[in-house]
């Protein structure tokens, strides 16, 4: 009977740990994705002067 008990408990533990680690996983995928986010507008904003540029080029050609 204790064996099945000790059974019993390492499984819990081995689920608590397998919780944990898969809440740490989440908070970097989200981080991460953040992260993307913002490099993305940042790229955005960058292709946008620089389309904005390229006008006054042209029209300052013209």
Known sequence: ?????????II???IVVALILLV????ELIRIVGSVRKLAKRA???SDIKGWLGFFRKFSKD
């Open 1 to 9: 009977m204790s064996v099945s008990i000790d059974f019993a408990l």
């Open 12 to 14: 819990n533990i081995l």
């Open 24 to 27: 740490v996983i989440m908070a």
């Open 44 to 46: 955005e904003l960058l």
